[in-house]
């Protein structure tokens, strides 16, 4: 007799623990479809650019940065003179900053890099 308490006592212990870990999970599980549903939410989000705006960027010996231009912008680079290197999308590289006026059309990103010193490049985009 005394085994057999010693048995069910320890069967709804058991009995417990795994009623317990389930509910436990279930409310993990909600937690994390409630957790994606906010972030695709906020991937859905449309952001408004304005009609005009600047994004620096310094340019430092061996980094490439790959500028993405908005769709329906137009883009144009200032470094107060000074030369870096310029590759547009499909195109070749170029040294840039002597003030002469480029026309990159119908690209939809361009690289910059480093020429003979640690820059920042002001990347200027307006609406067509």
Do not use: W
Not at 5 to 12: D, P, R, V
Not at 16 to 40: A, F, G, M, N, W
Not at 91 to 119: M, Q
């Amino acid at each position: 007799m005394k085994a057999l308490k010693i048995i069910g006592g320890l069967l709804l212990v058991i009995g417990i623990i795994v009623v317990l870990s389930v509910i436990l999970h279930r409310k993990h599980e909600e937690s994390e479809r409630q957790k994606d549903k906010i972030e695709s939410l906020k991937k859905a989000q449309v952001v408004q650019l304005p009609d005009r705006y600047t994004e620096p960027y310094t340019l430092k010996k061996g980094k490439v940065i790959r500028v993405n231009i908005p769709s329906g912008y137009t883009s144009s680079c200032s470094s107060g003179g000074k030369k870096y290197y310029k590759q547009p999308q499909n195109g070749k590289k170029e040294v840039r900053g002597d003030g002469g006026n480029y026309r990159d059309k119908y690209v939809a990103y361009f690289d910059l890099s480093f020429y003979e010193e640690e820059i920042e490049v002001v990347v200027e985009f307006k609406k067509q």
